[in-house]
């Protein structure tokens, strides 16, 4: 027999999706590569105080977690990380291993079986020593990587360099023992890519105040027989060109991704491989994301598209890309090759990113690793649709659309749902169209979800991204409040049960959007910026540190539009209930932003909450953090649309 659909108010749909479950299974395999023939990546754990391990695959299929706790397979180069590790089969078989653990950022030296070993030394100054991006010169006794060294106690008192660690560990007592392969010129590096020969290593470089998907140089060198970097010179990309990944083909020749046309497209020793208004790269926070890897035949493996990914097969002779059959419509930035093979990270609405194996060959795709299981019916998964809105001066808003979705239960006629926007964070970056409990956590009880790829979003070409350019605070809010009216103006959504919700740059468009709107009836700010004027001068990390000069403009040249654009500036206007949730280890949006704007509520302060989280920092990882914070939004969701969701623990909103 069929199930009865019952008729109940939105927001009250019973789910068994329950915010314990969205928290078990948040986060993505990542950092994939070959270890001979075996595919390897990390893993989340949030159980786990929030770790990333290492996985190894064995030939029969049999996933391996290879790390215990506390053991944390996580860089902390410009904070958001980087490529933590790097593997090979010695000549006996067994594997070596060299990784970053998060709690001390020290590279370590491991071969299973054994314990992790030190090859990295700790320094007392500042953040300390911090390592990225490691590849194995087995054959030199080294380890080739971007070297972050903190010189005083100011996070912008730091300097980057490319550099050689031994692997017999004489370095992890001895600073001096580390040889640098290049100086500190430039204030940001990526690690270097060999050429066959390795007679030549190629890498990215980029200074303040630019971001990296503002202006990057590609940089060559010739690489002596004593393994030292000569002649370093610029061969492509600029302040106004953004190279985002560089390598070696199979015979020499220099591949790149550069955004020289308003995509960011492959080049070729200089000439443009596939001509076409989509992305061949991305934004590179983090250092090592891979968007293209050259197989030895020739061929290129690729992801790219417009708005979303695919993973395809690049022949650069005839410019064709043949892409990958299967159900994903998402790949992350990762690959990885080996001969025919090609090992990539991909998602869909209804399936968690997985890893994938393509063989370039027969072009078959299937998955080997992290596979996805559904832990509940996909009958309760949300059915979204990629909507174009038209947004103030006729410009396009490009956005996922999640209506309220259950397998047994529909609203009365005359009533239309709640409605909640999501404000992606960087704000250069871009929310991918894949299966997400915490999506599914709302939209399985009634309450709809819009996300916002506001203009200043990545995806969509350069003139796209640059929408933002000294206009944030302004875009993205107007961006955000055309999608959320359009949706009430026609009929979607219920005009008075609209919300905004964001994270870090998205937590900005949220206050933003609740202290100079009157588009929403509550709103949820996660680990936000709220003050422009103390972040851009001593408050975040030195990656972002003049961000704000692209997004704002130049404090010196513009401080009142510093202060007039701050949510904390007006955060005495606030005249709805909202969520405040904050981890206290943040140091990219520390506490005092939250703190400073709390302070500023004035005598008559919006009903609110204040959560504030030990152990986390800039996005929550912690399974328990993750409970508390979803059940705690949803509660404030039912206090002021006069919900009842079942089940939900109430959550105390002080005035």
Not at 45 to 62: K, N, Q
Not at 457 to 484: F, I, K, M, N, P
Request: aromatic share 8%; hydrophobic share 40%; proline share 8%.
């Amino acid at each position: 027999m069929g199930q009865t659909v019952r008729t109940l108010a939105y927001g009250s749909w019973p789910s068994p999706i329950d915010a314990a479950l969205a928290a078990a299974h948040d986060g993505h395999p990542e950092h994939v590569g070959f270890v001979g023939d075996e595919v390897w990546w990390t893993e989340p754990r949030p159980a786990e105080a929030g770790r990333r391990t290492l996985v190894r695959r064995h030939a029969d299929g049999r996933e391996q977690s290879l790390l215990p706790a506390p053991w944390n397979v996580r860089s902390r180069v410009i904070e958001y990380g980087g490529h933590p590790w790097a593997a090979l089969a010695q000549e006996d078989g067994r594997p070596l291993v060299v990784f970053v653990n998060f709690a001390d950022q020290r590279l370590y030296r491991y071969e299973p079986g054994g314990e992790p070993r030190p090859l990295t030394p700790v320094s007392d100054v500042g953040a300390g020593l911090r390592w990225a991006e490691p590849q194995l010169r087995f054959e030199r006794g080294e380890v080739w990587c971007v070297l972050e060294e903190f010189t005083g106690a100011e996070p912008t008192e730091v300097r980057r360099v490319l550099a050689a660690v031994p692997l017999d560990g004489s370095a992890a007592r001895d600073r001096d023992a580390v040889r640098e392969l290049t100086d500190d010129r430039h204030r940001f590096v990526t690690g270097p890519k060999l050429s066959p020969d390795g007679r030549r290593a190629a890498w990215l470089a980029w200074d303040h105040p630019r971001m990296p998907w503002d202006g990057t140089e590609l940089l060559l060198a010739d690489v002596g027989p004593d393994g030292i970097l000569h002649g370093a010179r610029t061969v492509a990309g600029g302040p106004g060109e953004s190279i985002a990944q560089a390598d070696f083909t199979h015979d020499g020749r220099l591949l790149y991704a550069s955004d020289r046309s308003g995509w960011w497209n492959l080049y070729l020793d200089g000439e443009q491989l596939c001509p076409r208004e989509e992305e061949f790269g991305g934004a590179l926070w983090k250092l090592g994301m891979r968007w293209f890897a050259p197989l030895d035949s020739g061929l290129i493996a690729v992801v790219h598209g417009r708005g979303a990914t695919a993973l395809g097969i690049l022949d650069p002779d005839t410019g064709e890309v043949v892409d990958a059959a299967g159900p994903w419509t998402e790949f992350a930035a990762t690959l990885a090759v080996h001969g025919d093979r090609v090992v990539a990270v991909g998602a869909s609405p209804r399936s968690a990113y997985e890893v994938v194996e393509l063989d370039a060959r027969t072009g078959r795709a299937r998955v080997i690793g992290a596979e996805h299981d559904d832990v509940v019916d996909p009958a309760y998964y949300p059915e979204p649709q990629i909507r174009t809105f038209t947004g103030p001066d006729g410009r396009d808003i490009h956005a996922h659309i999640y209506p309220p979705h259950h397998p047994g239960c529909v609203a009365p006629a005359d009533e239309l749902p709640p409605y909640v926007v999501w404000a992606h964070g960087g704000p250069t970056g871009r929310a991918p169209l894949v299966l997400d409990l915490e999506i599914a956590y709302f939209t399985s009880r009634g309450i709809g979800v819009a996300e916002v790829n506001y203009g200043g979003s990545t995806g969509y070409g350069r003139a796209y991204r640059e929408r933002l350019r000294e206009q944030w605070g302004v875009v993205d809010v107007e961006d955000c409040a055309a999608v959320a009216l359009a949706l009430a103006d026609e009929g979607t959504a219920d005009r008075d049960r609209l919300a905004v919700r964001g994270g870090s740059a998205g937590g900005w468009t949220a206050a933003a959007s609740l202290t100079t709107t009157d588009v929403y009836a509550c709103g949820t700010i996660k680990y936000p910026i709220l003050d422009l004027t103390g972040w851009g001068t001593g408050e975040t990390h030195d990656f972002e540190s003049r961000y704000l000069e692209t997004l704002i403009g130049p404090l010196a040249d513009v401080p009142a539009r510093y202060t007039e654009r701050s949510p904390a500036t007006h955060a005495d206007r606030l005249r709805v209930p909202f969520l405040l949730l904050q981890g206290l280890d943040d140091v990219i949006c520390p506490p005092v932003q939250c703190e400073r704007f709390l302070a500023r509520l004035g005598a008559r302060p919006a009903p609110h909450a204040y959560l504030a989280f030990e152990g986390e920092g800039h996005g929550f990882r912690r399974a328990e953090t993750m409970v508390r914070a979803l059940e705690a939004e949803l509660s404030l969701y039912a206090q002021v649309f006069v919900l009842n969701p079942p089940g939900v623990p109430p959550l105390e909103l002080v005035e």
